[in-house]
């Protein structure tokens, strides 16, 4: 369940910006959030609707951009898309690969109120 | 959330991460545009350790596996087998209980429990504070056992130099392709329990065959703490990755 001290780091980040602007709340949160970074996304919204009461995003919309996972073979360059960490490329069978997409965990933009 | 020293989220230590792009829409609503790996407070203190690690050529292995799989047993040997060859400090995390730091302790070896409470992990933050309060000799190896666990660790880098997964033929053969976050960020995989292979189903060889399928680049040793079986193998990649000071 490290899904929770992932969002309890986003309360953190989302509370720290919010402060820089004088915002008592924030009306919505946009996260990009990687298929390869390790997030159990039913995991990560349990924790969510627990972490977030009383916090300043208790209230927010909450926008995840999910990131498919891509990767280059390092044999023969191929690019390929990846589901499984363990996936092999396509095209000759290689297990050596270098991920280029997909283990994103970010935190993109806030929309504060006026 | 800090489970050593109680500092929680509003009193964390304080990093200016750089600076972030506003705009105001006709509507008056401000949107920021933030773009922050919501890693990063971890990773910053784990570029601390590291640097703190580096400075003092100590060498620093994150041990991690699915709880019974023989870390804490693993240490007991290396630790008495070593002694006098290698300097060592261990930091032993668990939920509760003092345990594994009793055993540890029990062979001479400096050791500093984490108890992480309901925490299924560590993290640099609370490796941090265990290492403040060890006075860690240069030189020196440093083991932090983590919470038994073989998914949420992997996401939480501590500063260390090596990260070793220990698995057990005990358990499915097939646990790097049910955990992969683990085995993708680990650089060695321990097959322990060698000495129970002739009593159990374990295909050594698909385990092997699936750990390189998930990372190509991790080096694998087979071992059994009991029958000490591969233990000099263990000991040699050791040795191997300790930098003698010039």
Redesign the interface.
Same mark, same amino acid.
């Given at each position: 369940?490290?899904e929770l =001290?992932?969002v309890? =780091?986003?309360?953190? $980040?989302?509370? !720290?910006?919010a402060a &820089?602007?004088h915002?008592s709340a924030i009306?919505e949160i946009e $996260?990009d959030i990687g298929c390869l970074s390790?997030i159990d996304m039913d995991s990560f919204d349990f924790a969510w609707q627990q972490a977030v009461k009383r916090t300043i995003l208790e209230k927010a919309n909450r926008k995840v951009n999910r990131i498919e996972g891509s990767a280059r073979c390092s044999d023969c360059d191929t690019h390929f898309k990846m589901v499984? #960490?363990?996936d092999?490329c396509p095209n000759c069978k =290689?297990?050596?690969a270098e991920i280029v997409r997909g283990k994103e965990? !970010?935190? &993109?933009? #806030?929309?504060?109120?006026? | 959330?800090c489970a050593t020293c109680g500092c929680g +989220?509003?009193s964390?230590h304080e990093h200016d991460?750089g600076h972030?792009h506003?705009n105001?829409q006709k509507?008056?609503?401000?949107?920021?545009?933030?773009?922050?790996?919501?890693?990063?407070?971890?990773n910053l203190l784990a570029a601390r350790n590291r640097g703190f690690f580096e400075g003092r050529n100590i060498l620093a292995i994150n041990l991690v596996s699915s709880p019974g799989s023989g870390k804490t047993s693993l240490l007991e040997r290396t630790l008495t087998d070593l002694k006098g060859t290698l300097s060592f400090a261990v930091i032993e995390g668990d939920q509760q209980t003092a345990n594994d730091a009793d055993r540890i302790h029990a062979t001479g070896t400096k050791v500093t429990q984490i108890n992480t409470g309901k925490?299924?992990?560590l993290?640099a933050h609370m490796v941090l504070h265990a290492v403040q309060g060890m006075k860690l000799s240069a030189d020196s190896v440093l083991f932090i056992e983590n919470v038994g666990n073989l998914?949420? +660790?992997?996401? @939480?880098d501590l500063g260390e130099q090596e990260r070793a997964v220990v698995i057990s033929v005990t358990e499915g053969e097939d646990k +790097?392709?049910k955990y +992969?976050?683990m @085995?993708?960020t680990s650089t060695l995989c321990i097959i322990n329990k060698t000495d129970l292979l002739p009593y159990v189903k374990f295909n050594v060889e698909k385990a092997k065959e699936?750990a390189?399928?998930?990372?190509?680049?991790l080096e694998i040793i087979e071992l059994s703490c009991t029958s000490g079986e591969g233990m000099q193998q263990w000991y040699d990649w050791l040795k191997s990755k300790v930098l003698t000071p010039a």
């Open positions: 369940m490290h =001290s992932i309890m =780091s986003i309360v953190d $980040l989302a509370t !720290k910006e &820089k602007h915002a009306e $996260l390790g499984q #960490l363990y092999s =290689s297990h050596l965990l !970010k935190v &993109k933009s #806030l929309v504060l109120p006026d | 959330m +989220p509003t964390h991460h972030s506003e105001t509507t008056g609503k401000t949107i920021v545009d933030v773009e922050q790996d919501i890693l990063q407070e971890n925490g299924c992990h993290d998914v949420c +660790p992997a996401m @939480f +790097p392709l +992969p976050d @085995f993708h699936y390189r399928q998930v990372n190509p680049s």
